[in-house]
T-cell receptor, first 111, second 113 residues
Framework: EDQVTQSPEALRLQEGESSSLNCSYT??????LFWYRQDPGKGPEFLFT???AGEEKEKERLKATLTKKESFLHITAPKPEDSATYLC????????????FGKGTKLSVKP | SAVISQKPSRDICQRGTSLTIQCQVD?????MFWYRQQPGQSLTLIAT?????????ESGFVIDKFPISRPNLTFSTLTVSNMSPEDSSIYLC??????????FGPGTRLTVT
């Protein structure tokens, strides 16, 4: 059973069409949930860290939220340059400090 | 955040050979990490490399197949030994900074024929 599940696998949006990406986790003792953006041919780029339920972080058109079972990455009025794969990862008590990654959501924003 | 470079950026290798990937960081860091990213799969941690000690390998990865060096606080290498087509993947190094987030290098795309 996957510990970190991201949905949908792929998402196509029109420019300006807001939506949300989901990251659900089944681990206990969460010590941090991390969002990354990855462009083709590049390494993941750090976006946000969330530590506790109810926490929110924002950066430009992106807003990340956290509950006890999942995190959402909200994208408001996306632009074509937001097209990328978005990865989430968790660190929890049983992971020995390591990050456990989901498979990512590939976002395409069409002009 | 730390700036990380990797060499080579990509390579095509023959079955049975070995490739050494270099990771250079622009600041001193305690912990460096090596990941594998296979198509359609999650990033998977291969090992954690601390300067001055043996690397710690995750389940499914062994030192004979993926030897790692960490000679100083800014540099590490990962060798993929006796390669097979199943080793074709993107290999990434990362470092951890103060709040626990990790920053990644650009990756090395390896194709084994």
């Amino acid at each position: 059973e996957d510990q970190v599940t991201q949905s949908p696998e792929a998402l196509r949006l029109q420019e300006g069409e807001s939506s949300s990406l989901n990251c659900s986790y089944t681990v206990s003792g969460l010590r941090g949930l991390f969002w990354y953006r990855q462009d083709p041919g590049k390494g993941p780029e750090f976006l946000f860290t969330l530590y506790s339920a109810g926490e929110e972080k924002e950066k430009e058109r992106l807003k990340a939220t956290l509950t006890k079972k999942e995190s959402f990455l909200h994208i408001t009025a996306p632009k074509p340059e937001d097209s990328a794969t978005y990865l989430c990862a968790v660190r929890y008590g049983g992971s020995q400090g390591n990050l456990i990654f989901g498979k990512g959501t590939k976002l395409s924003v069409k002009p | 955040s730390a700036v990380i470079s990797q060499k080579p950026s990509r390579d095509i290798c023959q079955r049975g050979t070995s490739l050494t990937i270099q990771c250079q960081v622009d600041s001193q860091v305690t912990m460096m990490f090596w990941y594998r990213q296979q198509p359609g799969q999650s990033l998977t941690l291969i090992a954690t490399a601390n300067q001055g000690s043996e690397a710690t390998y995750e389940s499914g990865f062994v030192i004979d197949k993926f030897p790692i060096s960490r000679p100083n606080l800014t540099f590490s290498t990962l060798t993929v030994s006796n390669m097979s087509p199943e080793d074709s993947s993107i290999y990434l190094c990362s470092v951890e900074e103060g709040a626990g987030e990790q920053y990644f290098g650009p990756g090395t795309r390896l194709t084994v024929t």
